[in-house]
């Protein structure tokens, strides 16, 4: 029990900023609520209030990507009781080996929540990650 405590700990606060600068490409990683899968998240850049965000997914179950998966995501603001002003979609792309967001956007500066519901894999039961970051 302790092992996994500790794991999901560094799991849990894992975040990480890559190329400094403007152009920065933007990771968080999490282990799901259920621990059975590690999750990244990348975007090209820190979420920002211009346009539409390129971001994509990675599920792994131990250092393996998964492949194909349905995915469904929900967000929103939970502190303004709303959610994401878009309807992004997950879609696996085959070429970039990566699961892929179409239509993210976000519309105001303050605190987010990006949730991933992990319906279908090859050989893995339903699970659920949460992102919390902000916006400034």
């Not at 469904?72 to 994401?84: S, W």
């Not at 967001?101 to 990006?114: D, E, R």
Request: glycine share 6%; net charge neutral.
């Amino acid at each position: 029990m302790m092992i996994k405590s500790v794991l999901f700990s560094i799991f849990i606060v894992s975040y990480a900023i890559l190329n400094a600068g403007e152009n920065s490409i933007w990771v968080m990683s999490q282990v799901s609520t259920n621990n059975h899968y590690k999750v990244d998240l990348q975007c090209d850049h820190p979420p920002t209030l211009s346009g539409f965000q390129s971001c994509s997914l990675n599920l792994h179950d131990k250092n393996v990507i998964i492949p194909n998966a349905d995915i469904i995501i929900e967000g929103g603001m939970p502190e303004h009781h709303h959610g994401l002003p878009t309807s992004p979609k997950i879609i696996w792309d085959s070429d970039k080996k990566t699961h892929k967001i179409n239509g993210l956007k976000f519309s105001m500066s303050g605190a987010w929540q990006l949730k991933f519901l992990i319906d279908k894999t090859e050989n893995l039961p339903r699970d659920i990650v949460t992102f919390n970051f902000q916006i400034k």
